[in-house]
């Protein structure tokens, strides 16, 4: 986790430097944004791995501020005490963020979620699913980079919270973690 952090905030330094000064369009209204974020964490302990992908597609409404939809894939499995275990998780959900402007292309960005989530769970030979609403929100830079047309990349501190009963199983889920985003703006 410590090196995937020193990555991000170092590519995070390189596109400060290179585009500190730029002008860019990303941020101004009008302008439309695809992107895809990604988180990967490993617990040693528990010896656990978990995958997510949250493609996004977002519209300015007005300088700094989108509305948009997203996707959420995830993926954990675990193979502690001789017992494999997975899960596989999904989402869709109306995404707003405020684009704060810094300087240049530099952006403190703050984001939330609200949607419908569900999971499919597998332990042994027993297997589970539930599903209902779940909430997010994030915070970070964000560094856009390009003029008319652009990317940009974003490093954001994020909570998830999915809470519900189903089938006869609770998920109860409230993650924080580090969420990498790539993207481009027209």
């Known amino acids: ?18 585009t500190a000064f730029a002008e860019t369009r990303f941020g ?53 005490d001789d017992v494999d275990s997975s899960i596989m998780g999904w989402g869709i959900a109306a995404l707003v963020r405020y684009h704060h402007l810094l300087k240049g292309t530099l952006f403190l960005t703050a984001g939330a979620h609200v949607g419908f989530y569900g999971v499919s769970m597998s332990a042994g030979d027993n297997d589970a699913s539930a599903s209902g609403l779940g909430f997010g929100a994030h915070v970070g830079p964000t560094i856009s980079f390009g003029g008319k047309f652009g990317g940009y990349f974003g490093a954001y501190l994020r909570y998830d919270s999915k809470d519900f009963e189903d089938e006869g199983i609770s998920v109860k889920n409230k993650p924080i973690g580090v969420l990498t985003e790539l993207g481009l703006f027209f």
């Open 1 to 18: 986790m410590k090196k995937s952090v020193f990555a991000v905030v170092l590519v995070m330094a390189v596109f400060m430097a290179t």
């Open 28 to 80: 101004q209204k009008g302008t439309w944004v695809v992107g895809g974020g990604a988180d990967l964490n490993y617990e040693t302990e528990s010896e656990t791995t978990n995958l997510l992908l949250a493609p996004s597609i977002s519209y300015f409404i007005m300088n700094n501020l989108t509305i948009g939809a997203l996707l959420s894939v995830d993926r954990t499995s675990s193979s502690k």
